[in-house]
């Protein structure tokens, strides 16, 4: 016999921290979380820039002390079990669970899921960029967790393509760490980020910022050497004569974030082919019912205030569904 | 010094195969690598087919050593414990008027003694094919086509030549051979060995291996083929691989399985300057895309995941395997472009003859281990046999690569086995490679290097000396 659960939320980041409040607020007693980090929190703590809980908690906080915040209410409320280095590596239709930890593989069904596994960077290989493929390319939010956590330097010349807000975020922090930040290439005639992001983390430092730009070669055998840069028209077409090369041995790519959906695609929940977000007729629901989503894998969110107001939505539909199937 | 009996210059997959083959022999034996792993050259950039012989010139030596090799390999596979999938292949035609090419290919490659060669019609391709182009209108069927992971094929063939007594030297770039009395003394970067006989493996570069000797009189081409990985998720986008009508230079972009599940379309044939060259293109991708919508018009750029380009080492149209007159004791293994794979078991058995004809003796050892356990891969396995495992060792239920399902017992697994670079790691388990490329796990997959291998983690690679990850750690504040 499979055991059952009430509620179980995939992904202890902000998203997954609110819905489970949310949900024991509104009466829900048996709540297992699921984190496949060492700790819950999630992306917040490699982000140990502030500028997270103006609208929420009215305060500039560090990613990490707005994570610690739901840290410590959670784990305050013993009806809520969390389980960390937890995988789930298979979700099915009838809402039964498949996750391995350290040990341990277990197979749960679940009365209601809320899915809350945040969003993924889309690479290099995704926005197809010739040349070679040596070291030093890497995602923004990768080199933020080799900076952040692990307390490595990924590189000293750096080019950040996209200017997505963890690039941004990113370009200041480099600079800061005393590498040299060569510029920023955009394809798009503005940032895609946050205007205070592009003012304080770019104009400030007097990093050179090029709109309708990209990247079009990569060199370097054994480690990015150069890239090169060329401008582009409306139609993101490359104009003639525009090339130029610029050295360096770091190429940081920002070019957007995807929700993470694997596992309710296993699970046969429709998503959108285009942004990968459940197709849903309402804010955090998706095609099968009882099975809910929040958070950066419902949506990519600019801010995390935004993620946790929707995920206390999450935990109220899921505790309502809940009444109702009884 | 040390002697040895046979010393095989380069580790890619011709070079393993033969060290595997040797070892079952009392002989002494080295295999010396320049790179800081084995299958860092040509074989770790193909498609990883096992060709059944079709689209080979009729009585070559390529063409006669594919088809043995098919079969060949699959004994192998079994005793490594790599898998083989025998898949099949369709070779397409879209015109009645094609038709006669077909039954030319099939005529040829029946000579060869290919096996089990049909033409089939629209129907059977409908049916069998159904993501095909419904304008295609009959196929060459191949039914012995094969697919492996081409890197276990080298590191899996390298492990057992190593548990049977044979040496594998890396980071041992070959410099300088001369010849004393009856050996040959080799100088490389890791010092002399001193050889009776020598195996020059050394795929891209075995001209300038063969020039060491006073041999010159071929050199090798790089060809480059650009080659595009898709999303896992498209698994079951055809089951067969998908060739077009062969043209003279190579057989074609085609629509690939994989050992690992990803499909892959590709390669181009271009001929480059530089044996570096291992550069992507945009041309590259638009050929490739082109070419393979053809074949499965429902292909979607958006599904690529990753790109490369490998180096086929062309010397001439076929391959060069002989025994060196001028230079006793001296065997070339040059131009080994495709089908090299799939030929490699047989050019192995081919050198132990030419090395017979030289004068080594050959004795069988009484005990060869023949077989290698199997490898575990998570993403292989049924939920049942991933369970027992993690029960007998909980680091099977730690999970460091989310895209693939790879477990930090694996990834130390792999470096016990061999591997030292980031690549090594990947080639070998399959973390890094899925859809998000190693942003979730590099940073694990690094620290779990530097302790196995007790290195800073500033030291660890991507590929070797000049790949280093990170360029430092963070100052102090
Ligand atoms: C795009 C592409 C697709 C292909 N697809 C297929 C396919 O589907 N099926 C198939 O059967 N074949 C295929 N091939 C061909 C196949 O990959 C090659 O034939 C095969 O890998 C050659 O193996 P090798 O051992 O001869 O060469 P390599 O793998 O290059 O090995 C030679 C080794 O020698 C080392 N070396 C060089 N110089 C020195 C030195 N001085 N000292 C020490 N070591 C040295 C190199 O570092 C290298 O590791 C393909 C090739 C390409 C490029």
């Known amino acids: 016999m499979l055991r059952e659960r009430e509620l179980i939320i995939v992904g202890g980041g902000p998203a997954g921290m609110a819905a489970a409040i949310a949900a024991h607020e509104s009466g829900v007693r048996d709540i297992l979380v699921l984190e496949r980090d060492y700790c819950l929190g999630g992306i917040l703590n490699q982000c140990i820039h502030t500028g997270f809980g103006i609208r929420h908690f009215k305060e500039v906080l560090a990613g990490p002390e707005y994570a610690d915040r739901y840290v410590n209410q959670i784990q305050s409320i013993p009806e809520i079990e969390i389980s960390i280095k937890s995988f789930v590596v298979k979700l099915t239709r009838e809402k039964v669970l498949t996750y391995l930890k350290p040990g341990q593989m277990h197979e749960v069904k679940a009365k209601a899921i809320i899915m809350a596994t945040g969003c993924r960077e889309r690479t290099r290989e995704m926005i197809h960029i010739a040349g070679t493929r040596p070291s030093g390319i890497f995602s923004a939010g990768l080199a933020q967790r080799l900076m952040n956590i692990d307390a490595l330097l990924p590189g000293k010349e750096v080019l950040v393509v996209g200017s997505g807000d963890i690039g941004l975020i990113m370009a200041r922090r480099f600079t800061l760490e005393g590498a040299k930040v060569k510029g920023v290439v955009e394809i798009a005639k503005t940032t895609r980020g946050l205007v205070r992001n592009r003012v304080q983390c770019i104009e400030d430092f007097n990093i050179p910022i090029y709109f309708s730009h990209k990247i079009s070669k990569i060199y370097g055998r054994n480690r990015v050497e150069a890239v090169d840069v060329v401008q582009v028209d409306d139609t993101y077409k490359e104009i003639q004569g525009t090339l130029f090369k610029v050295p360096c041995d770091t190429i940081l790519i920002s070019v957007g974030l995807i929700p993470e959906n694997e596992l309710m695609e296993m699970a046969g929940v429709k998503l959108d082919k285009k942004t990968n977000s459940p197709v849903s007729d309402g804010l955090n629901k998706t095609s099968i019912p009882g099975i809910f989503s929040c958070g950066n894998s419902f949506k990519v969110y600019d801010i995390v205030d935004s993620v946790t107001r929707d995920s206390i939505l999450a935990g109220h539909l899921a505790a309502e569904y809940l009444k109702g199937a009884k | ?477």
């Open chain 2, 1 to 477: 010094m040390k002697r040895y009996d046979v010393v095989i210059i380069g580790g890619g997959v011709v070079g393993a195969s033969i060290a595997r083959k040797l070892s079952q022999y009392r002989l002494k034996i080295a295999l010396l690598e320049k790179e800081e792993e084995l299958a860092f050259g040509v074989s770790k950039s193909n498609s990883g087919i096992i060709h059944p012989g079709t689209q080979n010139p009729p009585n070559s030596l390529k063409g006669h050593l594919c088809v043995q090799g098919n079969y060949l390999m699959r004994k192998i596979a079994m005793d490594l414990g790599v898998d083989f999938k025998e898949v099949g292949e369709l070779i397409v035609a879209f015109q009645e008027n094609e038709i006669p090419e077909l039954l030319r290919l099939k005529k040829e490659a029946e000579l060869l003694g290919v096996p089990g060669l049909e033409i089939v019609d629209r129907a059977w391709l409908r049916k069998r094919e159904p993501n095909l182009n419904a304008e295609a209108c009959a196929a060459l069927y191949a039914p012995t086509a094969g697919i492996v992971s081409p890197y276990r094929v080298v590191y899996d063939n390298a492990e057992n030549a190593v548990r049977n007594g044979a040496e594998i030297h890396t980071l041992a770039e070959v410099e300088a051979i001369t010849k004393k009395d009856t050996f040959f003394v080799i100088r490389t970067k890791k010092g002399i060995f001193n050889a009776k006989y020598i195996v020059n493996s050394a795929g891209l570069f075995s001209d300038r291996i063969a020039n060491m000797v006073g041999i010159n009189d071929f050199y090798v081409h790089p060809r480059k083929g650009e080659e595009f990985l898709l999303d896992k998720k498209k698994e079951n986008l055809t089951n067969h691989l998908i060739f077009p009508l062969p043209t003279k230079t190579s057989k074609g972009i085609l629509i690939i399985k994989t050992s690992d599940g990803n499909p892959m379309i590709g390669p181009t044939a271009e001929d480059v300057e530089s044996k570096d060259d291992l550069s992507t293109s945009d041309e590259g991708l638009a050929k490739v895309i082109s070419a393979a919508k053809r074949l499965v018009p429902s292909i979607d750029e958006n599904d690529i995941i990753s790109y490369f380009a490998g180096l086929r080492p062309a010397s001439g149209k076929d391959f060069i395997i002989r025994r060196e007159k001028s230079v006793p004791g001296f065997i070339t293994v040059a131009g080994i472009q495709s089908p090299g794979l799939t030929a490699a078991p047989a050019i192995a058995a081919l050198v132990c003859r030419l090395l017979g004809e030289s004068g080594l003796t050959f004795k069988r050892k009484i005990f060869f281990h023949a077989h290698r356990k199997k490898t575990i891969h998570l993403f292989t396995i049924s939920p049942e046999h991933t369970k027992s495992l993690i029960r007998k060792d909980p680091a099977y239920g730690d999970i460091v690569c989310r895209c693939e399902i790879v477990s930090r017992k694996e990834i130390e697994d792999s470096i016990s086995r061999g591997a030292r670079t980031a690549d090594g790691v990947k080639f070998r388990t399959r973390a890094q490679a899925g859809r998000c490329h190693g942003t979730f796990c590099t940073s694990r997959v690094l620290k779990i290097l530097a302790e196995k291998c007790k290195k800073p983690v500033t030291e660890i690679t991507k590929r070797g000396k000049g790949s280093e990850i990170v360029k430092g750690e963070k100052r102090v504040a």
